[in-house]
């Protein structure tokens, strides 16, 4: 899904019964550092709360973390939630998403098959994120951003 705006928004929060903050704290500071706004859901959030805030905020990409295994059943459903709200943006899940995830790859393919534009195991570096992002929505860096990479 590609947004109809150039939009810098994204909304970022925990699905589920989840109630890990470390790793959306981490991103939202992250993310807000590269020029994003960022709307932080917070924990323990439902697939509506997140359709709900990415329609009100007119966000560009919607970023669902999980580290407590269970994700594939939080996620059914998500991408049709966000399409009966009309939300129109890029969505990304990360994390410990399956208990026992011995394959990603595997993991990967079935986030892929749930409508995950993006899927990103619970070690990936939040710049690979951002830089994934920033191709998905062809957007430049901000000029603070290449001050820093030519330093």
Request: charged share 25%; with cysteine; net charge negative.
């Amino acid at each position: 899904m590609v947004p109809s705006t150039m939009s810098r928004t994204v909304v970022l929060g925990v699905i589920g019964s989840d109630a890990h903050v470390v790793g959306i704290t981490i991103l939202e500071h992250a993310f807000s550092a590269a020029g994003f706004t960022v709307v932080n859901l917070g924990v323990q959030t439902s697939k509506e709360e997140f359709a709900e805030a990415a329609v009100e905020h007119d966000a560009a990409a919607v970023l669902v973390s999980s580290l407590y295994g269970h994700a594939e059943q939080d996620c059914q459903g998500f991408q049709q939630e966000l399409e009966d709200a009309g939300a129109d943006a890029v969505t990304y899940i990360g994390g410990n998403l399956a208990v026992g995830q011995d394959d990603f790859e595997q993991t990967r393919r079935t986030f892929r098959e749930l409508g995950f534009d993006r899927v990103f195991d619970s070690e990936t570096d939040p710049e690979e994120a951002i830089a994934a992002l920033r191709r998905d929505l062809t957007l430049s860096p901000t000029e603070s951003e290449r001050a820093t990479v030519t330093s």
